[in-house]
């Protein structure tokens, strides 16, 4: 099994050799999750291309200040109470983010059977995976320059691929797919938000994915830079298909 998913690896990272990069320049991007990842592959990514980066971690940032740039900032701020980033609240407005890309995310706890459900877990994890993007969406919106809207998501989250088990990252991930599509509705029409499911992506919470956080993140930048008002309010994977919610 392990010789087969190497096999795999190497041939998407094959694949994707062949593929164009494209890039985003010139804009004020907000990356949460940025100290591990896709969100820290897309920090350093992203910083190479003329962008102001406003990148958001939790307590950890040994990852994040080795990436040396003038035009990152980093916050630190715990998600796990999404009234923390209201603390933030004048500093995210006058950053005026153009772009805002929601990667962080918990798992939570191995065993998420039916009858082993902790609300307190619970409660967590809606907070970090679900909350926390919502009241930064908030808080972007205030700096009135904001053209872009990625929720990552995860086809767990879709409910025509639900099988059992995993209740607490299935229900997180199924309420940000829901959050988004209601946001859609709610907000400026020229904003595009959109869901998006990243693929199995090899990161910390997914040590057996077969896709690297760096193909991951530049994949993201692809769908991000066309900047395509079809995908809005929509749940779509890296490639720009349409996924059942």
């Given at each position: 099994m392990?010789?087969?998913?190497t096999l795999k690896r190497k041939f998407l990272k094959f694949n994707n050799s062949f593929s164009n990069n494209l890039k985003i320049s010139n804009e004020n991007?907000?990356?949460t999750g940025a100290n591990s990842g896709i969100g820290f592959n897309l920090v350093k990514i992203l910083g190479k291309c003329e962008n102001n980066i406003l990148a958001l971690v939790n307590y950890n940032d040994d990852e994040i200040i080795s990436v040396k740039n003038?035009?990152?900032?980093?916050i630190k701020c715990n998600f796990s109470n999404p009234e923390n980033i209201n603390n933030y609240s004048d500093k995210i407005k006058n950053f005026k983010p153009s772009i805002l890309i929601n990667c962080a995310a918990i798992f939570g706890p191995e065993n998420q059977n039916f009858n082993d459900i902790i609300i307190k877990e619970f409660n967590t994890i809606m907070n970090i995976n679900v909350l926390a993007p919502l009241t930064l969406i908030q808080n972007s919106?205030?700096?009135k320059s904001l053209k872009q809207v990625v929720n990552i998501s995860s086809l767990m989250g879709s409910m025509s691929n639900c099988n059992g088990d995993f209740y607490l990252y299935r229900s997180s991930k199924s309420l940000l797919n829901s959050i988004t599509k209601n946001i859609s509705f709610d907000i400026d029409q020229k904003i595009n938000i959109f869901c998006l499911h990243p693929g199995d992506v090899k990161t910390k919470m997914n040590t057996g994915g077969l896709i690297s956080p760096e193909i991951a993140a530049q994949k993201i930048i692809n769908i991000c830079s066309q900047n395509n008002l079809n995908y809005r309010g929509k749940f779509i994977?890296?490639?720009?298909?349409?996924l059942s919610w």
């Open positions: 392990g010789i087969l998913k991007i907000i990356i003038e035009n990152i900032n980093i919106l205030k700096g994977d890296t490639n720009g298909n349409i």
